[in-house]
């Protein structure tokens, strides 16, 4: 009867094996284009796009923690904007929250995030604000 219940934790460490490994899968959407596309309930919207978009803002994750940012190149956010493309780092703080470094028109921004949803061709991210300046 031991041989049986041998085989019986043997399946179910493999069912719950494919389980990880499928979760871990969906942190590999991050790696992409993400273009703004809307702001809800004090959270960031954004689409997956293959191009940033001439008058969106956006940004791309790189796997080797560098982030591409297309940003607003100035202080005035009323149309028509003019936007910059800037390199900055980033890093997982925890499982769901981001942290990213970039500079910006007034010197160099730290900003925290916390991803809210993720999937192939969504990214909502909610702000997390603090008082702390670098």
Do not use: H
Not at 23 to 39: A, H, I, R
Not at 54 to 61: A, L, P, R, T, W
């Amino acid at each position: 009867m031991k041989i049986p219940n041998y085989i019986l934790i043997l399946i179910l460490f493999g069912v719950f094996s494919s389980f990880q490994g499928s979760e871990s899968k969906s942190s590999d959407f991050l790696f992409q284009k993400w273009v703004y596309k809307d702001y809800q309930n004090e959270n960031l919207v954004y689409e997956s796009k293959r191009k940033f978009k001439k008058d969106k803002s956006g940004f791309e994750f790189i796997s080797n923690g560098t982030i591409i940012r297309k940003q607003n190149s100035g202080w005035c956010g009323t149309p028509p904007i003019d936007y910059e493309i800037v390199s900055g780092t980033w890093k997982n703080i925890s499982d769901s929250v981001l942290e990213i470094k970039y500079k910006y028109w007034g010197g160099l921004a730290k900003d925290t995030l916390k991803i809210v949803e993720l999937t192939k061709s969504k990214l909502i991210l909610k702000p997390i604000y603090t008082l702390k300046k670098e």
